[in-house]
Every structure is written in structure tokens, then in C-alpha cells.
């Protein structure tokens, strides 16, 4: 082959990677507004690229792939907060319940949160410290009594949730101050959040302090185990006795967190099994 044809075949190969990009782009553009406007809804939709195979290019929408469109930036010390809760989207919210020893009640959202493991249960999240290094209230109600509830965040609560996160004293009841619905918990101290649709009871698994480049501690990651599930019926799910118990997305209406203030929802979903994995999916 001449280089001239070398040539078209790249650029040839090139634009048809391209243009399948931007075909993605805009499906995937019309998929949004067609559910839009109807956030109680969640529509299943049929899954990108349905014509890909194994090894196949599959470029970026921007127009460009070469390595020199990146920008590239080195963490040498300091924060970099807008950077990390702009590009590690979305995030699950972990809602967390605790009492102090003196029995007040503390509520607050903490989006550096993520499950870890399943055996055991294990719901990770980091509390991160006030300005000055004080520890959060969060975090010395766990030290005291290694307890808490963790709550799924939803649409139809979110204003009361989002309220929680404010810098109340900590003499003050958050779920009170919101006008959340406190209920007992069976295993642990900490009341439950009749609001949530799915309230995880947890006992202190293990904690690590995380230090910056000065040796400061800046936050402080902890482990919870679940040791009691609260799923509502209407999002739980039994698979008809079939199947593992479940719960129903869909119903759910979860709340993620993206960059800044913006939170985001779940409005269109697809199935995209693993390709070493039946369609049914992993059953334990």
C-alpha cells in the first residue's frame, strides 16, 4: 500500500471513529430529552454502541484524541477540592445518623462515600475536618460509641437532607431542625430516618486518619459494617423468590452528588452485562 492510501485509510478510519462518536453523543443527547421533564419517571433504554466488538476504537466526542489535548497538572501539596468533586462523578450520598453521649442526635450528608466490600457489608465514607483541624460532630459521636445509621438519599427529601449539612452547634438536632422523622433502630443507638427508603444500621469496622503533605490530618475515612438492612416495601424487592433480594432502583430516586451545589438523578438506565457473566448477573 502507497503512503498516499496509508494516508486516506488513517484519516478514512479516523473520521468514521469520529462520526460514530458524535452519533453517540447525540443519541445519547435525545435519550436525556426524552425523559426529561418527567423526573418521577426512569426509562430503560437500549445500551450505546450496539454494534461494537472486542478491540474496537471507540474515541471520545470532542473531536480530537491526541494526547496533546489534555492538560495536565501535577498535586504537589495543597488542596485541590473543586478539582476532585467536579471530575470523581457521580457520588453516592451517604446520610449518617449518630448520638452523642449526651444523647443529641446528629445528621449530616457526606458524598466521599462508596460501597467496599459486601462480605461483610461494608459502606465506606470520609468526614472531613472543619476549618482550623476540629473533628466534625460525625465523627466524635463514632469515636464515642462506633455506631451510626446510613441512609439512602432521595428526591422527594432532599431539601430536608441538604438542610443537614449546615454548621449547626453541637448541642443541636439536625433531624429535628429539618423535620426529618426520627424512628428506633434495632441494633444501634442512632434513630433511623423515616424518610429514606433504605436505612443501613452500622457498627464501626475500622478508621484511618488521612494526613496531607504536612503531616496535618485532614480527614479521617471511616469503615462501617451493616449489621441490620431497613428496605421500604415499595423499593424492596424479592425477585418472586427466584432470586437474591434486590432493590428496585427505579422506585428509589437516588440523589448523587456532582461538582459544587449541583446534585444529579437517575433518569435513564441500560443493561450492559459483563462480558465473563451470564445476564442474570452475579447472584451472591
Known amino acids: 500500500m502507497s503512503s498516499s492510501s496509508v494516508v486516506a485509510f488513517t ?3 479516523s473520521f468514521a471513529s469520529i462520526a460514530s462518536a458524535v452519533v453517540f453523543f447525540l443519541r445519547a443527547r435525545r435519550q436525556v430529552q426524552k425523559v426529561r421533564g418527567s423526573p418521577d419517571q426512569v426509562v430503560e433504554v437500549q445500551p450505546p454502541h450496539p454494534t461494537w466488538t472486542a478491540g474496537q476504537k471507540q474515541p471520545n466526542p470532542f473531536g480530537h484524541s491526541r494526547t496533546v489535548s489534555f492538560r495536565s497538572t501535577d498535586v504537589v501539596g495543597g488542596s485541590c477540592y473543586p478539582l476532585v468533586i467536579s471530575a470523581y462523578i457521580p457520588r453516592p450520598i451517604a446520610l449518617v ?30 468526614v472531613c475536618r472543619k476549618p482550623g483541624g476540629m473533628k466534625k460532630d460525625t465523627l466524635d459521636n463514632i469515636e464515642e460509641n462506633g455506631e451510626m445509621v446510613i441512609h439512602i438519599m ?21 433531624m429535628k431542625t429539618a423535620g426529618l422523622t426520627p424512628i ?39 469503615l462501617a459494617e451493616v449489621v441490620m438492612w431497613h428496605i421500604h416495601e415499595d423499593v424492596y424487592d424479592d425477585n418472586s423468590g427466584q432470586g437474591p433480594t434486590t432493590v428496585k432502583h427505579d422506585n428509589l430516586h437516588v440523589i448523587s452528588r456532582l461538582g459544587g451545589n449541583t446534585y444529579g438523578t437517575t433518569t435513564y438506565v441500560y443493561d450492559l452485562p459483563r462480558p465473563d457473566r451470564p445476564k442474570t ?3 451472591v
Open 97 to 126: 445518623s449518630t448520638i452523642s453521649k449526651n444523647g443529641v442526635v446528629n445528621m449530616a450528608p457526606f458524598s466521599y462515600s462508596g460501597a467496599m466490600s459486601h462480605d461483610p457489608p461494608i459502606i465506606a465514607f470520609s
Open 154 to 174: 432521595s428526591e422527594w427529601f432532599v431539601n430536608a437532607a441538604n438542610l443537614t449539612c449546615s454548621n449547626f452547634p453541637p448541642e443541636q438536632d439536625e
Open 184 to 222: 428506633p433502630s434495632v441494633s444501634v443507638l442512632p434513630p433511623r430516618c423515616e424518610e429514606s427508603a433504605v436505612q443501613m444500621e452500622c457498627k464501626l469496622h475500622s478508621k484511618q486518619d488521612i494526613k496531607n503533605a504536612a503531616g496535618k490530618v485532614t480527614a479521617t475515612l471511616i
Open 281 to 283: 448477573g452475579r447472584k
Open 11 to 13: 484519516l478514512g478510519a
